[in-house]
């Protein structure tokens, strides 16, 4: 079945430093794919998507592109903020469902 | 901008209470979802809604069900909680033509 894999966390990085937070799926087909957010204490936000192979998804300065060829979905940043501190999930669509991945807890030290 | 909103932000209730989760949406939204998040597994779908009361099974409904009698209200119901049911319930919603979702704040459910 689908599935979606996302590096285990906590990711600590240092105000200013660049992120990269791992996402691989399997799937048939060709879903969509997501990144959410998770801001403590809050719901789920949509970070970003892509629908199909190369596209690259972007928002608030971050990026991941769909790459078919490795199956990820990798999100990138070039310079994170202490506000960026959050819990990151990776997903993809299955039929209008979402299938989750694990999430990646982030912590931005100034 | 779509709202989604649950009836609670905590919720404290006692092992055998019958418990009641709702979620209201204010985008006329055909799809309708619940989802449980733990620590280490994410978000997994408990059961969905495509229309009212149409309902569909997700992956881990046992000792769960749900009830969409209007178009914007999906509510979750745990006929007899118990403690393995103590978790953050995240409700979201979904139009039938995009794959975006979007979530309510969710609401953190103990059981003692």
């Known amino acids: 079945g689908n599935s979606v894999t996302q590096m285990e966390g906590p990711v600590t990085l240092s105000e200013e430093a660049f992120l990269t937070i791992n996402c691989t799926y399997t799937?048939?087909?060709?879903?969509?794919l997501f990144w959410y957010v998770q801001y403590p204490g809050e719901g789920l936000q949509l970070l970003l998507k892509?629908?199909?192979?190369?596209d690259k998804g972007s928002n608030k300065g971050f990026e991941a592109t769909y790459r078919k060829e490795t199956t990820s979905f990798h999100l990138e940043k070039g310079s994170v903020q202490v506000s960026d501190s959050a819990v990151y999930f990776c997903?993809?669509?299955?039929?209008?469902?979402?299938?989750f991945g694990s999430g990646t807890r982030l912590l931005v030290r100034p | 901008d779509v709202k989604v909103t649950q009836s609670s932000r905590y919720l404290v209730k006692r092992t055998g209470e019958k418990v009641f989760l709702e979620c209201v949406q204010d985008?006329?939204?055909?799809?309708m979802f619940w989802y449980r998040q733990d620590p280490g597994l994410g978000l997994r779908l408990i059961y969905f809604?495509?229309?009212?009361?149409?309902?569909e099974k997700g992956d881990i409904p046992e000792g769960y069900s749900v009830s969409r009698e209007k178009k914007e209200r999906f509510s979750l119901i745990l006929e007899s909680a118990s403690t393995n049911q103590t978790s953050m319930y995240l409700c979201?919603?979904?139009?039938?033509?995009?794959?975006?979702?979007?979530f309510g704040p969710g609401t953190r459910l103990t059981v003692l």
């Open positions: 997903a993809l669509d299955s039929s209008y469902k979402l299938i």
């Open positions: 799937a048939t087909g060709y879903p969509s």
């Open positions: 892509a629908t199909k192979a190369d």
């Open positions: 985008m006329d939204h055909e799809n």
């Open positions: 809604s495509y229309d009212v009361k149409m309902k």
């Open positions: 979201a919603t979904g139009g039938s033509r995009t794959d975006t979702q979007y």
